[in-house]
């Protein structure tokens, strides 16, 4: 198997990189968050791969970080996400973003992506609950109260000051990212008025 493509970027195609290593040439399907993230044509570039063998083709696929491999293996084991469908997902999702959609069972989030009807990201977010990859880049303090949110076993408190600071225009990640930081470090026994207080202060450090 090949796990990671270092060389030079020989060019790119729509949804695809050319990577020159030692002078072969590979082919390696991406998502656009990857391809954005990759150097010019002619400079040296690292890209984790995993192959993917099928009875009618055999395709390699890259990602700029093993966070994004992680999630393309794990989006895969969902049925009715191929290859395709996981980097249409990557393409608009990242990692970290990922994470909390599956967290806070925001099937909007996943919805985005092309080719994922609401059956399917209903599926996802249901299947993956639980499921997130350990990866760096993803606060667990935060994952653990977005998981508490989507379930409904949040604190009332917790629960109406991120729906407040939903309500002031921020994204329901952003809200919940910053009230488990005022949670991690004032405790969970703070009023809701003070929780958004505090929120506020979290978002506009």
């Given at each position: 198997?090949?796990?990671?493509?270092?060389?030079?970027v020989?060019?790119?195609?729509?949804?695809?990189?050319?990577?020159?290593?030692?002078?072969v040439?590979?082919?390696?399907?991406?998502s656009?968050?990857?391809?954005?993230?990759?150097p010019?044509?002619?400079?040296?570039?690292?890209?984790?791969?995993?192959m993917v063998?099928r009875?009618?083709f055999?395709?390699?696929?890259?990602?700029?970080?093993?966070?994004e491999?992680?999630?393309?293996?794990?989006?895969t084991?969902?049925?009715?996400v191929?290859?395709?469908v996981?980097?249409?997902?990557?393409?608009?999702?990242?990692?970290?973003?990922?994470a909390?959609?599956?967290?806070?069972q925001?099937?909007?989030?996943?919805?985005?992506?092309?080719g994922?009807?609401?059956?399917?990201?209903t599926?996802?977010?249901?299947?993956?609950?639980?499921?997130?990859?350990?990866?760096?880049?993803?606060?667990?303090?935060?994952?653990?109260?977005?998981?508490e949110?989507?379930e409904?076993?949040a604190?009332?408190?917790?629960?109406?000051?991120?729906s407040?600071?939903?309500?002031?225009g921020?994204?329901?990640?952003q809200?919940s990212?910053?009230?488990?930081?005022?949670?991690?470090?004032?405790?969970?026994?703070?009023?809701?008025?003070k929780l958004?207080?505090?929120?506020?202060?979290?978002?506009?450090?």
């Open positions: 198997m090949i796990g990671k493509l270092k060389g030079i020989d060019g790119y195609g729509d949804d695809l990189v050319e990577m020159d290593v030692g002078g040439v590979y082919e390696a399907y991406c656009s968050k990857t391809i954005a993230a990759l010019q044509v002619g400079q040296a570039a690292v890209l984790y791969t995993e063998v009875e009618d055999v395709r390699l696929f890259g990602f700029h970080s093993r966070a491999k992680l999630w393309f293996h794990t989006l084991g969902v049925q009715g191929g290859a395709r996981a980097l249409a997902i990557l393409s608009v999702v990242g990692p970290s973003e990922l909390t959609a599956i967290a806070l925001d099937k909007a989030t996943i919805g985005r992506a092309n994922v009807g609401p059956k399917l990201a599926r996802i977010v249901t299947e993956l609950k639980g499921k997130v990859p350990t990866v760096a880049g993803v606060d667990a303090t935060a994952l653990g109260l977005q998981t949110l989507g409904g076993r604190a009332g408190p917790v629960s109406d000051a991120v407040a600071l939903t309500n002031l921020y994204s329901s990640a809200a990212a910053a009230v488990a930081k005022v949670v991690a470090r004032e405790g969970d026994d703070l009023a809701t008025d958004i207080r505090l929120g506020l202060r979290e978002l506009s450090n």
